[in-house]
């Protein structure tokens, strides 16, 4: 099954998961950041302000949301419905929003915004280890801190689609799938790449179907 209306929305994400290389992970290790605690970043005259999202920010989030919900879906979804694994960062330029990055699970984090942005964010991201989404153009900054822990990075096209616009062609015979399908799901992308999805539980594929997305463990 596949449609002829899905257009590219975005350049291209970076997708990798990484560590810290033994510099870094001293650096961390003596950073010590509190999510809590304002951190201003000078740039000549101007200033650049990395604060939590909160009830103070939210306005500003969801309107600076709003305006791209494909490119941001991952901050908008998780800020939503889970909330209480969630944090995010918010790089503030003359107090609009200049980047902002996501961090789910102390496993996961998303980052979009300005090199800039980008650059002081990635200052605050304190974890050993992580699976990690940013721009294309942000891909050295992250790799002057972090190294791969798989063979090779994956590069995401995102796509929009909106309901009603699709036309569905039918190549095959389909066959809608549920909860009780969880394992075969799992052991189907095991098999397909064992090194990127061989931690994928039947368990954590029936617990994404619940939440009405795909979020994989």
Same mark, same amino acid.
């Given at each position: 099954?596949?449609?002829?209306?899905?257009?590219?929305?975005?350049?291209i994400?970076f997708?990798?998961?990484?560590e810290?290389?033994?510099?870094?992970?001293?650096?961390?290790?003596?950073? #010590?950041? =509190?999510?809590?605690? &304002?951190?201003?970043?000078?740039?000549? $005259? *101007?200033?650049?302000?990395?604060?939590?999202?909160?009830?103070?920010?939210?306005?500003?989030?969801?309107?600076?949301v709003n305006?791209?919900i494909?490119?941001?879906?991952?901050?908008?979804?998780?800020?939503?419905?889970?909330r209480?694994?969630t944090?995010?960062?918010?790089? #503030?330029? =003359?107090?609009?929003? &200049?980047?902002?990055?996501?961090?789910y $699970? *102390?496993?996961?984090?998303?980052?979009?915004?300005?090199s800039?942005?980008?650059?002081?964010?990635?200052?605050?991201?304190?974890?050993?280890?992580v699976?990690?989404?940013s721009?294309e153009e942000?891909?050295?900054?992250?790799?002057?801190?972090?190294?791969?822990?798989?063979?090779?990075?994956?590069?995401m096209?995102?796509?929009?689609l909106?309901?009603?616009?699709?036309?569905?062609h039918m190549?095959?015979?389909t066959?809608?799938?549920?909860?009780?399908?969880?394992?075969?799901i799992?052991?189907?992308?095991?098999?397909?790449?064992?090194?990127?999805?061989?931690?994928?539980?039947?368990?954590?594929?029936?617990?994404?179907?619940?939440?009405?997305?795909?979020?994989?463990?």
């Amino acid at each position: 099954m596949f449609t002829d209306k899905c257009a590219p929305h975005h350049p291209i994400i970076f997708d990798c998961r990484l560590e810290c290389s033994d510099f870094q992970r001293k650096m961390t290790a003596c950073q #010590l950041y =509190n999510w809590n605690d &304002d951190i201003c970043f000078s740039r000549g $005259d *101007a200033g650049m302000k990395i604060v939590p999202l909160d009830t103070n920010f939210e306005v500003l989030f969801w309107k600076h949301v709003n305006q791209d919900i494909p490119h941001y879906y991952f901050f908008a979804f998780d800020w939503k419905h889970n909330r209480e694994k969630t944090k995010i960062l918010l790089a #503030l330029e =003359n107090e609009e929003i &200049d980047g902002m990055m996501l961090v789910y $699970d *102390a496993r996961i984090a998303q980052l979009r915004g300005s090199s800039t942005a980008a650059e002081a964010l990635l200052q605050r991201l304190d974890l050993e280890n992580v699976e990690l989404q940013s721009q294309e153009e942000h891909q050295q900054l992250v790799l002057k801190k972090y190294k791969p822990t798989l063979r090779q990075s994956h590069a995401m096209m995102l796509m929009l689609l909106r309901k009603g616009e699709e036309t569905v062609h039918m190549e095959h015979p389909t066959v809608p799938l549920d909860v009780s399908d969880s394992e075969k799901i799992a052991a189907i992308m095991k098999d397909a790449d064992p090194e990127y999805w061989g931690n994928v539980t039947g368990q954590g594929i029936m617990e994404g179907m619940g939440r009405g997305a795909l979020g994989l463990e």
